[in-house]
């Protein structure tokens, strides 16, 4: 899979390697062969480009569940989610490089510094956040070289020192692996902007998306990069309208109830920018918008990817093209029921969106 061109649409879903969401409290073995492969199966089937594969400081290897799901589908990109600071940069480059050439071109990375410090010194990492993303920057710096050098290279840096470093193996495309990069703060818009070739925002309003965009590309400016841009969002759908919101508040109240079941208190305040973001936009309503659906991110503090667009799938394509005007490309969509969710995205909102947009593509030909 080569880079993508400026206007190309994406979507992007979300394996795991076992049943568990905010309303599905965790069973079975960690990692269940069989539920990952039906999973992975039914994003390639859906028409999913690529499937998010994601990394915590206590959840199985991203990588080697990444290598899992290319063994079982054919086609189906990769975002693996990598952290930098616990693998050598030029470890991590071979690393991804490889299992490029053994899926076909299919990789992809996403580069999630990390925003939670007590997370991260479960991996033993006491760095500042401006630390962290210093070293981030650095760690792209030489994984990029790593793809691209000709011959050995040499970087000194805060974090990192080469001497004499070379990769053997190139990704399959020459334009490199896309990097996917998350982070608001002004550090991490730093690292943005030098690096990032799809930049990802969770679900918020479309007055901040607009202000974030603009933030980013003022970012990348000086690096003379224009990167595309990703939206994440956990769409809830049905028949009618009325029946997405009555799944929606039932949603909420079950996300209530798995929380206390596991002895969760209210939420305390985030660390990270991207769920203060989101906790803003929730401050102002819990439907916002055309159809942003705030509560469930309040609920549990905006840990992720939390916000929802709520309605008929013709009605949460309208909205998911009100971010295409404003400049998004890529969107990632994860259900609360994650397989059966993934199933009817893939029958019914890839296509009402690929629909209306096509439809909206031959109305300005003709006009």
Known sequence: ??????????????????????IHS?????????YLRLLAQA???????????????????????AAQIA??????????????????????????ATLDHLTGGRVAVHVITGGDDRELAQDG???????RYART???????????????????TGTYYRIAGGFSEVKPVNPAGIPVYFGGASPAALAVAGRHADTYALWGETQEQVRDLIARVRAAAAPHGRSPRFSLSFRPILAATEEQAWARAEWILARTRAVRAARGLGPAGTPQNEGSRRLLAAAAHGSRLDRRLYT???????????????????????????????LGIRTFLIRGFDPLEDAIQYGRELLPAFRDLLARRGRAAEAA
């Open 1 to 22: 899979m080569s880079l993508l061109p400026p206007d190309a649409i994406e979507f992007i879903g979300f394996v795991a390697p076992r049943h568990v969401s905010e």
């Open 26 to 34: 965790a069973s079975g073995p960690v990692i269940d062969r069989d």
């Open 43 to 65: 994003h390639e089937w859906g028409g999913f480009d690529r499937v998010l594969v994601a990394f915590h400081s206590t959840s199985p290897d991203s990588i080697l569940l």
């Open 71 to 96: 063994a079982v589908t054919e086609r189906l990109g990769l975002m693996i989610a990598h952290r930098p600071g616990f693998t050598a940069p030029t470890v991590a480059a071979r690393q991804l």
């Open 125 to 131: 990492d006491h760095l500042t956040k401006d630390e």
């Open 137 to 155: 920057r650095e760690f792209l710096d030489i994984a990029r070289l790593s793809w691209d050098a000709a011959g050995p290279f040499d970087y």
């Open 295 to 325: 509560a469930i991110a309040v609920e549990t503090g905006a840990a992720g990817n939390s916000t929802a667009l709520v309605g008929t799938p013709e009605q949460v394509a309208e909205a998911l093209l009100d971010y295409h005007d």
